[in-house]
C-alpha cells in the first residue's frame, strides 16, 4: 500500500543538509523486500571519528542492535568505521540466524572499505521473523562504495525509510571556535502489519569531541527527544539513535563535560535531536494532529513525564484530540491513572492558552465553545498542573485515528 | 446515539438471578441525564450483613469512591445498610460539590430507610466534571423505597448502565453447609465523549461470613479477574465493586481464611466475579474479538502478569487481531517493551494450539494460513511462554476496531 504524505510533515520538504567532513553515504536497491526504490544504504566514516548510540531498551532486541550495543562495548577499533542499514526486514527474532545476519553485513563492509569489523554499526528495520536475505545486502557492497559522496545524505535517508510517508532531516550549525555543522536523519513511525514501527536515528557532525563526552550528551538529550515522544505506546525491538562527530573542525577537542563548549555544542545537537523527534511524531500513523503535553507541579521530573506519557499515550485522549473534542476529563483521568501523586483539588489543565479546568473543577470562565474552537488547530498544546511540587516535562504525540487502524488491522501484508 | 448490541455479548441475555434472602432492589426514572429510562437504583440491606469493597486506584477518583472507602475504614455501623447509584453524571472532579452530593445521597437514602449514612454506599457513573444534580436523586427516594423488591435485581442492572450495549449479570451457588446463592451484575465499559469507561459491580450473596474474611477474599479475587481485564488501558475515575453477605443462609458463620468452606465460597464468588469481568471486556466499546492471553515462565506471578497486559493493552497487537492477522511478531514486541525479564531465543508462543514461535524463532511446522485460519475465530487465546522460570498468568482483552474510534472520537456528546 502507499499512504498519502502526513498532513502533519514539514512544509518546506526534506532539509539541505551540509556536507560533513569525514562522511560520505551511498544507497542501492539491493531487493531486500522492496522492489524499484534504494533499500541499502552505507555512511563510511574517517578514522579517529568519535561514535555514541542510544537503543531500545526492548527485552526481545534485534541482532543488529545486540552487535552495535557490543561495538559500543567494545570500545572503537583502530581506522575508519561505517553504518550498514537495510530497509524491508528487520533481522528480528529470526534465531541465531540474526546475529550471522548482522555479523555479516558489518564483515562485508568491513573487508570493502578495508577497516574492523568492530567498527561497523548495523541497522535493519522492517518485516520481523522473517530470515535476512544476506547475501542481496553484501554483493551490493562494492557497488556501495564506489557510489559514496558526501552529498548523498538524502538519498541515505530514503533508503532506510519503510511506511514512512516522508524522509526526515535535521541540520544545525554552531560556533565551537571553529563553525561546527550538525546534520542528521531519522525513519519512523510508519509501519504496515505485519511490521512493527522501528526507529532509526543517524546524526552527523564534525565536532571534535571525546567519544565518552559525546556519549553522555546524547543519552541526556535522548531523554528530553527521543524518548520524549510516543505514537502508540509501542515500542520497537529495533530503534537504533547512533551520533558521529568526525573531528574533521578546526578546533581544540572538547574531552570533558565542563568544557563550556559541551553545553552549546549539545544544546545544538539536541535542537537536531528535537527535531528529527517531532519529525517522527508527525508521520504517527493517522495522524491529523500534533500535540505537545507538559506537566508541571509534580513530585519531581520523572514523575511529570510519567504523567505526560500517561496522557499522551491514553487512547480516549488521543480519540477525543482527533475528534477535536476538549474532552478535559479524559485529561483527568489519564493523570488520575498514572500512579504518580497528585492532588485532585490542586489540579489544573490548560488547552492552549484556555485554563479549561482550575483547582479541582472545570474553570468558572471555561466556555466550551472555546476549548472546542482551540481544538480545530493541526497543532495543539495541552499542559496540566498537579499541584504537588516542582517537577516538570514536556512530551510530544499524535491524534489516533482511523486511520491507525485502517493501517495496521485493515491492510494485510 | 444508540449503539448496537456487542456481537460478543452472552447468547442467553441476561440470565434469571436468585433472590438473596436480606436484599430488595429499586430502580427509577430520576432524569439525571439519560431520558426515558430508570436511572437510579437503591439496595436494601439486612442488619447484619458482611461489605467488602474494592475501588479504583486513581489519583483523581471521584468523592463518591472516597465516601465508600471512608465507610469501609470506619467499619460496619449498626443497623441496616443501603447501596444508591445513579447513572448519567459520575460526580467526578467537581471540586468540594462533589462530596456534598455523595453525601447528600448517603443521607437521602439513610433517613429514608431508617439506618446510618456511613452504612450506605454509593456509586455514580457518566459525564464528569459537571455538578450532580443532587435534588432529582434524593427527591426520588421515597418512591424508591416503595418499590423495593428481591425480584428486582434486573431492573437495577439495567438503571446502571451508560453505553453499555447490554446488562451484565452472573450468579451461582455453593453448599457450604447449606445451599448459599450468589448473584451479581456489573456495568462497564461503554463510553462516550465527554464520558469516561467506568465499571461499577454489585454482587450479593446470603453467606454468612464475617467481614474481615469476606473482604480478603474479594481483594485476592479482584486480581485474578477485574484487575485482569483491558479493554484500552484507560482507568476510570469511578471504579467500584461491592460485595454484600447478608449471613441469611442457615449455615455457621464463617470466621476465619482457615475454615475450609472459606475457599470453596471464595472460588463460587470468583466464578460470579469472572463471568462479569469476561461480560465487561466483550461489551468493550468496538470490540468484535475476545481475548485470552496467558504469559508463562515469567520470573514470577506479577512479572507474568505485567507481560501478559503489555499485550493486551498494544495498539498494534489489538488492531492486528482486529485485521484477524496472526501476527506473532507484534506479540514479540510487546514482551521486549514490558520491561519484566524474557529470554528472546527461548520465547515460545502460540495462537490457540499452534505453535507459532519456538525458542526464538518462528516454527519450522507453522503455517501462515493456519495462522490466518485460527485467528477468524470470535474468542482466541493467545499463549506466550517466555522461558525464564514459573510465574504465570492470565487476562483478557478485546481488539481494537474503527468503531472504537468512531464511538470516542466521532460522536460527541
Redesign the interface.
Known sequence: MSLPVSPLAPKGGFPKLPEIDGVRFASVEANVKYRGRDDVMLAEICEDASISGTF??????AAPVLWCQENLAMGAQSGGSAIVVNSGNAN??????GLTGASAMATSAAETLGINPRNVYVASTG????PLPIDRITGKMGELRDRLDAKNAEAAARAIMTTDTYAKGATTSVDLGARVQIAGFAKGSG?I?????TMLVFIFTDAKIDQSVLQEIVSANTDLTFNAITV??????SDTLVVTATGRADMDAITTFNDPRAAVFAAALQSVMLDLAHQVVRDGEGATKFVEITVKGAADNGAAKTVALSIA????VK??I??E?P????V???????????D??Q?SIWFGDILV?D????SPDYREEDGAEYMKAQDLKITADIGVSEGQATVWTC????Q???I?????S
Do not use: C, Q
Not at 502489519?193 to 514501527?197: E, G, L, T, V, Y
Not at 502508540?232 to 525491538?237: E, G, R
Not at 474532552?327 to 479524559?330: E, H, L, P, Q, T
Not at 483547582?359 to 472545570?362: M, N, P, Q, T
Open positions: 531500545t531498551r526492548s527485552k526481545t532486541r528480528a527474532f529470526t534465531g541465531t540466524h518485516v520481523i521473523g522473517e509501519m502489519a505485519p511490521d512493527m514501527a502508540d505506546s509501542d515500542t520497537s525491538t499515550n491514553s487512547p480516549l480519540t477525543a482527533a475528534g473534542d474532552n478535559w476529563g479524559r483527568v483521568m489519564a493523570i488520575g491513572k498514572a500512579g504518580e501523586e497528585a485532585r483539588d489540579l479546568a483547582k479541582g473543577w472545570v491524534d489516533l485515528t482511523n491507525y487502524i485502517a495496521n488491522a485493515d491492510y494485510r
